[in-house]
């Protein structure tokens, strides 16, 4: 699972992916109660909504409506360090409560469901991962963002897929070796764009690896006035379809820009709803999941994301419970690469 000239066995992880949660489904009065009961609670706590492009569409308005943010990990990132409110609720997954932690000590911060985690994050071992990097003790560590307090922790950069790029050519700029972790799809992107080599960590997010490139392709020629949009998380041959690959900002701003009438879209399908919000005209079809070796595992959708709903977004804001919490000699260290990206953001895009 690692390319290294000193493997570490990791054989016995076993990634187990979570059935997609069935909430009972509010009718229209029920959604509109539950959310008028939400922004109450809100404002009683001085509370901002932070929700992830993944999210419900129900998750994301509700955001919106109440001066919260919807956006990627960065953004999501750079919006609670700005907040003043007292607590920060992050519909996401775990780490994205982790990131809004670190960065906010002081802070409260509460998510819907802790079991809300990432496969890369599971496929990344604080344990495991340290003992790869003590190997090469020689080489910068650049790990993505959907990973642990823990991991960040023993990094020296911390990256989105939006920043990943213009941070990878600055430290080659600097001749740097460089360590990557956990996607290996995004790390073989960036090296192929950068022309860096790099050690890299052999994780993959459970929803990009089911897009297929057979089964791509013979969208493509259903539809060939198609523009094809991938996140680079999806494996090269699907990359390789591309007309354009970015992060989730990016991928929402093409669909916004180009005067395609139709898009492939190769990442969750909970993006759609902010495509749509921004392009209603435009035609928008999910890239395959199905097809030879498919195994469906996500069907383009992060089981993990799915956990978050009205439902227990009220809960978590009458309880007080599900926390995020972290150890504080942790947290000095995480902070540390997570402020080195941001600041390197300030200033470079």
């Not at 919260?68 to 409560?97: I, N, P, W, Y």
């Not at 080489?139 to 989105?160: G, I, L, M, P």
């Not at 916004?256 to 898009?263: A, L, P, S, Y």
């Not at 959708?301 to 799915?306: F, I, N, S, T, V």
Request: net charge negative; glycine share 6%; proline share 6%.
């Amino acid at each position: 699972m690692i390319e290294s000239s000193q493997p570490i066995d990791i054989s016995r992880m076993r990634i187990e992916v979570p059935p997609h949660p069935q909430w009972p489904p509010l009718n229209d009065r029920q959604l509109r109660q539950a959310k008028s009961r939400i922004r109450e609670l809100l404002q009683a706590q001085n509370a901002v909504l932070v929700a992830h492009y993944y999210t419900a569409a129900e998750l994301q308005e509700l955001a919106e409506e109440t001066g919260g943010c919807v956006a990627d990990s960065l953004e999501m990132a750079r919006f609670g360090a700005a907040q003043e409110a007292e607590t920060l609720v992050v519909c996401g997954v775990k780490f994205m409560g982790e990131t809004a932690k670190i960065l906010n000590p002081e802070k409260r911060v509460l998510m819907p469901d802790l079991n809300a985690t990432c496969s890369l994050d599971e496929g990344c071992p604080a344990d495991e991962f340290s003992r790869f990097c003590d190997q090469h003790p020689d080489h910068t560590v650049v790990v993505y963002a959907n990973t642990s307090a823990e991991v960040k922790a023993r990094s020296d950069w911390v990256v989105t897929s939006g920043i990943a790029l213009p941070i990878v050519k600055y430290l080659a700029d600097r001749k740097e070796k460089i360590l990557w972790a956990p996607d290996k799809h995004l790390g073989r992107y960036v090296q192929r764009l950068t022309g860096v080599e790099m050690l890299l960590w052999q994780g993959s997010c459970v929803v990009h690896e089911e897009f297929k490139s057979v089964a791509l392709e013979r969208l493509r020629r259903l539809h060939p006035d198609a523009a094809v949009l991938v996140h680079p998380e999806s494996p090269e041959s699907v990359i390789e379809q591309a007309d354009v690959v970015g992060s989730t900002t990016a991928l929402i701003r093409a669909v916004e820009e180009m005067k395609n009438d139709t898009f492939i879209v190769a990442t969750d399908g909970g993006i759609f709803h902010k495509m749509r919000q921004l392009a209603p005209q435009k035609n928008l079809i999910e890239a395959p999941t199905a097809g030879e070796g498919a195994t469906c595992q996500s069907c383009a959708h992060c089981p993990w994301m799915g956990m978050n709903a009205i439902q227990n977004l009220e809960q978590v804001l009458l309880s007080g419970g599900n926390e995020i919490t972290i150890e504080p000699a942790i947290r000095e260290r995480a902070v540390v690469p997570i402020q080195r990206m941001l600041d390197f953001a300030s200033t470079h895009m």
